[in-house]
């Protein structure tokens, strides 16, 4: 006998779009597997040797649901160097991973609001999150000249409309493109206005050559802006799931208690391993950020002369094209997966993880 | 003083964080085994951060850790499961948890639950925007889940059951009989059941666990968790699973997608390690957790104190009704007085402030010595001091 019960909740499930959205892989599934923001890197044996180790000495329990201490701290301390942005160790809260990132910050910090006002093209996991429990979403038009940033008028907009909370990528998502210091400021200045809020996804900010400054990094000490990411990207732990969000005091204890209920926390694998990671990052990382830059430039011109347009960007681990179903179509013939804009929200462009493989894949369509 | 309002898991982590400042605390309170995971499980993650550190697991989890899940549940709780499309691996039971309970419970709906229970079902609940309705459950009767009581508190609005078994805080452990009644009567009515295995290595006596999901017209109706944290003490791996009809299972993917992307990839290796490798160190703990609760009833018994039987899990409950307090105050003594932790019932459920839950995760001497601690708290008690 089939079950009514069980038909309602699959109907329930099937009309729910935002919850149905494709989500894109954290690091590439195969070779020639373009569709990660993510790489698929070295790792180094100290950050090997540091997570057994700790195993090893019997950091196999549970450990506190915001992190182990010293990771919040070294955390705290990278986001003060690289962005910019005043966070303590008891902003920081570990997460098994930045989707875990999006989903705390959306529906956390999202339940204190009415609405909350999302860019027309993001990262398709911040709609899958949005899906999980229903919440009145504010589209912010975010187009390609604008690298798919929302325009800094387009958030004011929202915000003189009611609307008090913001959810923000830079570098965005899809293209790599991240708002320039004066659009950071006036956005900022906007939120001490209208006493806003703001959920600004950052993870790709480690892979902008030259200065970034966060959100976060125009207030003295954050408390209007909510900061997440991937913990210490490109050292060899996107599979391991290790991410973190830098909340404001007051906001801290909602997702902490969240984080219990779904997680109780962090496994000591990856925080150990990141602890380790966080005290290499700088040294590996300027190695690994210009030779990424330097295979970008290589790719723009290969895109060029395939006759693809360029979607301006700033983060040298993806780049953004305009190309049409036959492009990819022809793509997937040779075997490459891209991330389509499409679930983005841009149909028409397609993102490539930078990569040797990624300029096989322009080669494949002279 | 905000001491005294902490309620429910908060007041849990408020009496963690006071054991934490004792150097000779003896913590009988949290469900985290004294024992370290095995060597050749850490052994296999160290080989993994190698060999695999890099390897794209989808968000269901690896291939070969779902095919050694299906081997497990078929093993040991004779559910038979497609690995493809029927196990999805998640953050520890914890995650697991929250996932059934999000993907069969919408906003309005109500949730049948045997209390005393663990309460992470109704945070979750409550984020789903679900109705808890309580079965209460009593020492007398060892905490069983009367399914006349479950059929009573059925309405209109019941979508599922959950059943926790052995059960935590109470260690009751569900009978094969009370389970074919309980599992016919969510047919009948038409209910899920939310089915909680993560206790299941852990039977006493003659006890035996029957998982719902095993029994002909439960698989279709049932999604079952289980983890490895309990049983291979590998409560910091973060590692468990869901296992259900595809056609759910293809939904619970979708919400594991959405709230976490995927599971760690060094902690799924160390799962396959887990449940592949050998099982002695398995068997060794059960053996070490059945000693162990032998000695803990016999002290209660010498202290005159009334307990449920643990019939299964890794807990006593007892009865503190004798103190006249309530079970916060009664655990923060012991705890400010004796260095003992021990968790309140009041924090599992408001009708349980006569009860304190004692793990038995701690090596046998150190149980002698908090026990012992104990009886010295609760003779304080009693005089009035
Ligand atoms: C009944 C029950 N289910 C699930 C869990 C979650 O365990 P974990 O997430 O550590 O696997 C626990 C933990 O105590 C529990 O007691």
Redesign the pocket.
């Known amino acids: 006998m089939a079950s009514q019960t069980k038909a309602d909740i699959l109907a329930g499930h099937d009309a729910n779009e935002a919850l149905n959205t494709q989500l894109l892989p954290p690091v590439a599934r195969r070779s020639r597997d373009l569709s990660a923001d993510g790489l698929r890197s070295f790792l180094d044996e100290r950050i090997i040797a540091a997570s057994s180790e700790a195993l090893e000495a019997g950091q196999t329990h ?1 450990v506190d649901v915001p992190g182990i201490a010293p990771l919040r701290a070294a955390i705290a301390n990278y986001l003060g160097a690289s962005a910019g942005a005043s966070y303590e160790a008891g902003n920081i809260i570990v997460t098994a991973g930045v989707q875990e990132s999006r989903f705390l910050t959306i529906q956390m910090i999202g339940a204190e609001f009415e609405s909350i006002a999302v860019p027309t093209v993001a990262h398709p996991g911040v709609r899958k999150a949005l899906g999980v429990r229903e919440r009145t979403v504010i589209p912010l038009a975010a187009d390609v000249e604008g690298g798919y940033l929302p325009a800094v008028d387009a958030i004011a907009g929202a915000l003189a409309a009611g609307c008090r909370l913001l959810y923000l990528e830079s570098p965005a998502r899809l293209s790599g493109a991240a708002y320039a210091d004066e659009d950071a400021a006036a956005i900022s200045r906007l939120l001490n206005e209208y006493d806003a809020m703001a959920i600004w996804d950052q993870g790709l900010a480690p892979w902008v050559d030259g200065k970034y400054n966060s959100l976060a990094s125009f207030e003295e000490s954050p408390s209007l802006v909510t900061s997440i990411g991937e913990a210490f990207p490109g050292m060899g732990l996107a599979s391991w799931h290790i991410g973190y969000i830098a909340a404001p005091e007051a906001h801290v204890p909602a997702m902490q208690s969240q984080k219990q209920i779904m ?2 926390c962090t496994s000591t694998a990856a925080q150990y391993a990141a602890l380790e990671a966080s005290a290499i990052f700088a040294e590996a990382h300027n190695r690994q950020l210009a030779h990424l830059s330097q295979l970008r430039s290589d790719l723009i011109e290969l895109a060029r002369a395939v006759n693809l347009e360029v979607i301006a960007g700033s983060a040298a681990n993806v780049l953004a094209l305009r190309a049409s179903q036959d492009t990819i179509a022809n793509l997937n013939q040779a075997g490459f997966e891209v991330a389509d804009g499409a679930l983005f929200g841009a149909p028409a462009v397609i993102r490539l993880s930078v990569s040797a493989a990624a300029a096989d894949a322009l080669q494949a369509l002279r | 003083m905000s001491k005294k309002k902490a309620e429910g898991t908060n007041l849990l982590y408020q009496l963690i964080g006071e054991a934490r400042q004792y150097d000779d605390v003896i913590v009988m309170g949290r ?1 985290d085994p004294d024992f370290d995971t095995p060597a050749h499980i850490v052994a296999a993650a160290k080989q993994a951060m190698i060999h695999h550190h890099s390897d794209y697991t989808p968000p269901e989890g690896l291939p070969a850790l779902r095919q050694a899940i299906a081997d497990r549940v078929k093993r040991v709780n004779n559910i038979d499961v497609d690995p493809a499309t029927e196990v999805v691996v998640t953050n ?6 929250f996932l059934m309970v999000l993907a069969v419970l919408s906003p309005g709906d109500e949730m049948i639950v045997p209390e005393p229970n ?1 309460n ?1 079902y109704a945070d979750s609940l409550a984020f789903a925007g679900g109705v808890k309705v309580e079965v209460q459950t009593y020492a007398d009767d060892d905490f069983r889940a009367d399914p006349a009581a479950v059929r009573a508190a059925i309405t209109d609005k019941s979508r599922a059951l959950l059943l ?1 078994s052995p ?2 805080p109470a260690a009751s452990v569900i009978s094969p009989g009370d389970m074919k009644t309980l599992l016919d009567i969510a047919i009948e009515h038409d209910l899920m059941v939310l089915a ?1 295995d ?2 299941d290595l852990f039977v006493y006596d003659d006890f035996e666990h029957l998982s719902p999901a095993a029994l002909p017209g439960g698989k279709e109706r049932t999604l079952t ?1 289980n ?4 049983a291979y003490s590998m ?1 910091g791996w ?3 699973w869901i296992v259900g009809p595809a056609d759910l299972m293809a939904r619970v993917t979708e919400l594991k997608a959405a709230i976490s992307g995927g599971t760690s990839v060094i902690s799924q290796q160390a799962g396959i390690a887990a449940l592949t490798g050998p099982q002695d160190a398995v068997e060794m703990m059960a053996a070490a957790y059945r000693r162990r609760r032998r000695l803990v009833l016999d002290a209660l018994d010498a202290m005159g104190m009334k307990y449920g039987l643990p019939q299964g899990g890794q807990f006593v409950f007892a009865d503190i009704s004798f103190t006249g307090l309530d079970s916060g105050e009664v655990a923060q003594r012991m705890l400010s007085e004796q260095h003992v932790l021990a968790y309140p019932g009041s924090a599992f459920s408001k009708d349980r402030k006569d009860y304190l839950r004692m793990t038995f995760l701690q090596p046998e001497e150190q149980l002698i010595e908090g026990l012992e601690r104990m009886k010295v708290a609760m003779q304080n008690i009693t005089a009035g001091r």
Do not use: F, M, P
């Open positions: 549970y997680a109780i | 469900g520890g039971g914890q995650e697991a948890l663990y992470t926790v059960n935590n909680d993560i206790y968790l983890a490895l944290s309990k409560t973060r590692l468990g």
